[in-house]
């Protein structure tokens, strides 16, 4: 059964710190690996979309990196701000059916 | 850009009463999802569909059902509320063919007392 860890559960760093959110899942036969973000008491939005034959994605101050035969992904933050401050959320599709297995998230808060 | 429409952001119902929770998405997209999240349990699957009227239990159908009657729209029933049901549910969506990017719905938090 495919599960999903992220480490640590949270995190706090000063603002312009680069940091790095990790995910790791016990089964690599994946489909793609998607990253989200949640705001309090808010949905989920999606912040890059990884298909299984690709090493990285990025987008603006994110970049994410997946290494399917080691079951891991890392979400890479630049020069963090206060407005990061979210729970990050990775979740893996295992198939083309679209079902996603979500870990528990990684809560930051970057401190101004 | 992809939109997903839940209709209640806040709903308080009885134990007992049936409750309908409603998602829309104006993509035209095929897959359409409902979970449930849980402190401490993360997102869990309650139900999917592929496409109208075509449903599939996720991990926890258990005193759920839906549906769907026309593309855009994918309904989430609680024939009798109970209590364990009081959760923030979410609506997303993605298009069908190659395991696409998932777009969630901002969420409906329901309390059951």
């Known amino acids: 059964k495919q599960e999903v860890t992220q480490i640590p559960a949270a995190l706090s760093v000063p603002e312009g710190e680069n940091l790095v959110l990790n995910c790791s899942f016990t089964?690599?036969?994946?489909?793609?690996l998607q990253w989200f973000r949640q705001d309090p008491g808010k949905g989920l939005t999606s912040l890059l979309l990884?298909?299984?034959?690709?090493r990285e994605q990025t987008s603006g101050r994110l970049n994410a990196s997946l290494d399917k035969s080691s079951g891991r992904s890392t979400l890479y933050i630049a020069a963090s701000q206060p407005g990061d401050s979210a729970t990050y959320l990775c979740?893996?599709?295992?198939?083309?059916?679209?079902?996603?297995?979500f870990g528990q998230g990684t809560t930051l808060q970057v401190k101004p | 850009d992809v939109k997903v429409t839940q209709s209640s952001r806040y709903l308080v119902k009885r134990t007992g009463e049936k409750v309908f929770l409603e998602c829309v998405q104006d993509?035209?997209?095929?897959?359409m999802f409902w979970y449930r999240q849980d402190p401490g349990l993360g997102l869990r699957l309650i139900y999917f569909?592929?496409?109208?009227?075509?449903?599939e239990k996720g991990d926890i159908p258990e005193g759920y059902s839906v549906s769907r009657e026309k593309k855009e729209r994918f309904s989430l029933i609680l024939e009798s509320a109970s209590t364990n049901q009081t959760s923030m549910y979410l609506c997303?969506?993605?298009?069908?063919?190659?395991?696409?990017?998932?777009?969630f719905g901002p969420g409906t938090r329901l309390t059951v007392t």
């Open positions: 997303a969506s993605s298009p069908q063919l190659g395991a696409r990017e998932q777009y």
């Open positions: 089964d690599s036969a994946i489909y793609n």
């Open positions: 990884i298909q299984s034959s690709q």
């Open positions: 979740a893996v599709n295992l198939s083309n059916t679209g079902k996603l297995i």
């Open positions: 993509m035209d997209h095929e897959n």
């Open positions: 569909s592929y496409d109208v009227k075509m449903k």
